[in-house]
RNA sequence: GCCCCUGUAGCUCAGUGGAUAGAGCAACUGCCUUCUAAGCAGUGGGUCGGGGAUUCGAAUUCCUCCAGGGGCGCCA
């Protein structure tokens, strides 16, 4: 059991003696928190809530403290002990701690995970439109939306990751519409990129790649291409530039379970179902030849168009609205994670009041925003624009820094701080990243378990182990936190604490390997070598689940 | 004009009602005949943007002001 909600249970039920013998009627607990100390020296956890009841008992805290304290079963601590102004601070016995790590050997690559929920959830990330390579600032919703996946998993979800391929609407068009010139600039002939078309070089390759392919575009004349052929050299498009996406994100460790096509929506016939329903919820209406939603009505500050007046094709958010009905009415997805750019902040809302109307409850539609990444450059900041393609593309940061590098920068802010990236700065800064001093973290504690095979040290039979120096016990402390953070990380989504706590881990096992020698000169593997591996083995066991959480990769040399 | 995010050490950022505000990087001083020095031990560094309020207690909540960024489309 995670270590919090252990203590919260005691603490309820020291609670409930109390108030048994007081003959407290009508009496709603308060809330109050279980807490790891920032001063070490109160103890590994701690509680306010004597504080929180004073008001209601009328006693001092203090009194309160020790009456509950009175309450508790002792066994499981080294130290309970009353503080003011009324804190209960509590320290984990030596044989709890080692009990929890011989549970984290046994438990092998599941040390963390739970077995309880089994909800069906969906997290939908990346989804950048198919219109060229992604750069620089898809990486942290990619990065993101990958980790929280990850971790959903470790915690039993049944995780669908999915994109989003907005292969329908304008944009698209006016991609294809690029590629025509760049195709047209290969064939020798004039082109013309207007200031609506994406210009970027990435455009170009997908070109050439086009060419490759289907060798008729050669010397294909676009000069009357009709509707049909558009629509088709649009899907070739698309196709490839799909693929370019997908060998980005591979790149970086990052897959998708499904890759959902926008204009399937609509040619299923699902969108027209779906506005339908929204007619006979009297939500729809037409004015100046186009077709609205009275999102106003349900709270909105405007009402929004559903089609357009022009062409009388569907918005953006029409078929949103659509994606996100055949989300939880069609697929029945408990929960749904969308990782959004703060750009998306204006229709949170709206498709929430949407949801609602067609019942679907809110709290089950969450939106992890990330804040914008922006570019910095000789102290300024630079706009980056996909169309006129001045961003600096994914894969050339994965080339230069790593992907393993790139994931821990991106994850160690948490999301909704903006992120401002001095390219030049980023790069040189890359070789200092913590990611390394991580992994040689982890390559040392390798290096010591490759030592123990070599001497056929056998010390995972008996499993004896006996928790001794400062540096053992505080990292003994850490590792049974580990399920703590993946249980707080699924619920919260704040997956920034994930590399402070990689963070925090690998110094607590250097600090062990520096001070407490597994190995002496000669050593034949004594109580001590064999206890000490014990401690090893768990914490690389816990070091390598958690780097593989986050997408990175654990070296056992380096 | 309205809405959202941000402002914490020289730099990049954690901490969002608890006790003496932390980490990484940078700076400085020590430490390699012992399991990997991509390391360890130590030192210096703060008006938590300003002001007011709430309470036992505020970096954290509320109000206000200042600064930076983003959004407010019949684009997606």
């Given at each position: ?124 990330f990346v ?7 992604l750069?620089?600032?898809h990486i942290r919703g990619a990065v993101i939306g990958s ?102 994100l591979?790149?970086l460790?990052i ?139 994914l ?15 991106f ?148």
């Amino acid at each position: 059991m995670l270590i919090t909600k252990f203590l919260h249970n005691c603490l309820n039920e020291a609670l409930q003696k109390l108030i048994d013998e007081q003959n407290i009627t009508n009496f709603t607990p308060p809330a109050y928190v279980v807490e790891k100390p920032k001063n070490k020296t109160h103890g590994d956890y701690a509680t306010n809530l004597p504080m929180q009841l004073a008001k209601i008992f009328k006693e001092n805290p203090i009194d309160i403290a020790h009456k509950i304290k009175d309450k508790f079963d002792a066994d499981n601590f080294e130290e309970i002990s009353v503080a003011s102004p009324g804190f209960i601070n509590f320290k984990l016995s030596k044989i709890w701690l080692e009990k929890e790590i011989i549970r984290c050997i046994d438990l092998k690559n599941n040390f963390g995970n739970q077995n309880k929920n089994n909800k069906k959830v969906q997290v939908e990330f990346v989804s950048v439109n198919p219109t060229g390579k992604l750069h620089l600032g898809h990486i942290r919703g990619a990065v993101i939306g990958s980790t929280i996946s990850n971790i959903l998993e470790s915690q039993n979800f049944t995780v669908t990751r999915e994109y989003y391929v907005n292969d329908a609407g304008n944009q698209i068009d006016f991609f294809c519409k690029s590629i025509i010139e760049r195709i047209k600039e290969l064939q020798g002939k004039d082109f013309k990129i207007t200031d609506e078309m994406y210009s970027g070089i990435d455009i170009l390759n997908i070109s050439k790649k086009i060419i490759n392919k289907y060798p008729d575009y050669q010397n294909y004349d676009f000069s009357n291409i009709t509707e049909d052929e558009f629509e088709e050299l649009k899907k070739i498009s698309i196709e490839i530039c799909i693929n370019e996406i997908m060998d980005d994100l591979k790149s970086l460790n990052i897959y998708h379970d499904n890759w959902f096509s926008e204009s399937s929506l609509i040619d299923a016939g699902y969108l027209d179902e779906t506005i339908d329903i929204l007619k006979e919820l009297n939500l729809i209406y037409v004015k100046d030849e186009a077709t609205w939603i009275k999102t106003e009505e349900l709270g909105d500050d405007r009402d929004n168009v559903l089609f357009k007046s022009s062409d009388k094709k569907p918005t953006y958010f029409a078929t949103d609205i659509a994606y996100h009905r055949n989300k939880f009415k069609e697929r029945y997805f408990e929960k749904v994670i969308n990782v959004w750019g703060s750009d998306h902040h204006g229709h949170i809302k709206r498709m929430e009041l949407i949801l609602e109307k067609l019942n679907v409850d809110p709290k089950n539609f969450n939106v992890i925003l990330n804040q914008i990444v922006s570019l910095k450059s000789n102290n300024k900041t630079v706009k980056f624009s996909k169309r006129s393609g001045n961003s600096i593309f994914l894969s050339e940061i994965v080339e230069e820094i790593g992907a393993d590098a790139c994931r821990f920068s991106f994850l160690s802010r948490s999301s909704e701080s903006q992120m401002e990236i001095d390219l030049d700065l980023f790069k040189s800064k890359s070789a200092e990243n913590p990611v390394f001093y991580i992994q040689y973290a982890h390559a040392r504690l390798c290096s010591i378990l490759k030592n123990a095979k070599e001497k056929q040290i056998d010390f995972e039979t008996e499993k004896i182990l006996s928790l001794e120096t400062i540096e053992e016990i505080n990292l003994a402390k850490k590792i049974t936190e580990f399920p703590e953070l993946l249980h707080r990380v699924s619920e919260n989504y704040g997956v920034h604490e994930l590399t402070f706590f990689a963070l925090e881990l690998s110094q607590l096992i250097q600090k062990f390997y520096e001070n407490n020698r597994v190995f002496d000169k000669d050593s034949k593997g004594d109580q001590i070598t064999k206890s000490r591996l014990i401690i090893t083995k768990a914490s690389k066991i816990t070091l390598a689940n958690l780097l593989s959480l986050m997408g990175m990769s654990s070296p056992e040399e380096m």
